[in-house]
């Protein structure tokens, strides 16, 4: 079982950056791939970036050229930096991790608000 932990939300401004952390914790060694998603209100969850164990990295096209997503071994934490922020960024980011040990498990964050401004 791996535990996540988000932080790094917040508010701001169109045009302006935030960077999320994820912190994972537990059979670490398990993890294949960590990722990113959200949740605006009324909306369904949707994949904003992913980060396999090989470092193979794939976007949403809506965050393509304007999202990073990168991860520091060390640290077991996974990052999402978010520059040219839109309004329509506004959501609910969720850090997901997915395992294998005979059979694959999904693992999810408790979310982290982030609200952009126009």
């Known amino acids: 079982q791996v535990q996540l932990v988000e932080s790094g939300g917040g508010w701001a401004q169109a045009g302006g950056s935030l960077r999320l952390s994820c912190a994972a914790s537990?059979?670490?060694?398990?993890?294949?791939?960590m990722g990113w998603y959200r949740q605006a209100p009324g909306k369904q969850r949707e994949l904003v970036a992913t980060?396999?164990?090989?470092?193979?990295?794939n976007y949403a096209d809506s965050v393509k050229g304007r999202f990073t997503i990168s991860r520091d071994n060390g640290k077991n934490t996974v990052y999402l930096q978010m520059n040219s922020l839109k309004p329509e960024d506004t959501a609910v980011y969720y850090c997901?991790?997915?395992?294998?040990?005979?059979?694959?498990?999904?693992?999810w964050g408790q979310g982290t608000q982030v609200t952009v401004s126009s």
């Open positions: 997901n991790a997915a395992t294998y040990s005979g059979s694959t498990r999904i693992s």
């Open positions: 537990g059979s670490i060694y398990s993890i294949t791939a």
């Open positions: 980060i396999t164990r090989r470092d193979n990295t």
